[in-house]
């Protein structure tokens, strides 16, 4: 794989990927939330057990799942991934039709 090894501005940027990708995380989660409100006759999980989850499914994916002992674009593509996913999950909970187009839908 071609990358820039470890140095000082390849940590730098892998740090700056890893914080893209917790902000990223974060988005999606709350959209998540947002789109999970209970109804009336059912009993939501507690946001602890929800956050805890996400953050831990996040932590995995971004350091056991994505090599950083490289800088590769690997961090960018799952931070683009992310930010599609929690742009789809907010678009189905507020149904704006006009904001569907930046997705060619």
Do not use: Q
Not at 2 to 27: C, E, M, Q, Y
Not at 68 to 82: E, K, N, R, S
Request: hydrophobic share 50%; glycine share 12%.
């Amino acid at each position: 794989m071609v990358g820039i090894h470890h140095s000082a501005p390849g940590n730098l940027i892998i740090f700056i990927g890893v914080l893209f990708l917790f902000v990223l995380s974060t988005f999606l989660l709350r959209a998540i939330r947002r789109e999970s409100e209970p109804s009336d006759d059912s009993v939501p999980l507690p946001e602890w057990i929800v956050l805890g989850l996400g953050y831990g499914i996040f932590l995995w994916g971004s350091l056991v799942l994505i090599d950083t002992g490289m800088v590769a674009p690997d961090l960018l593509v799952a931070g683009f991934l992310l930010l599609m996913g929690g742009y789809l999950v907010d678009l189905r909970t507020r149904k704006r039709t006009g904001s569907s187009r930046c997705l060619g839908c």
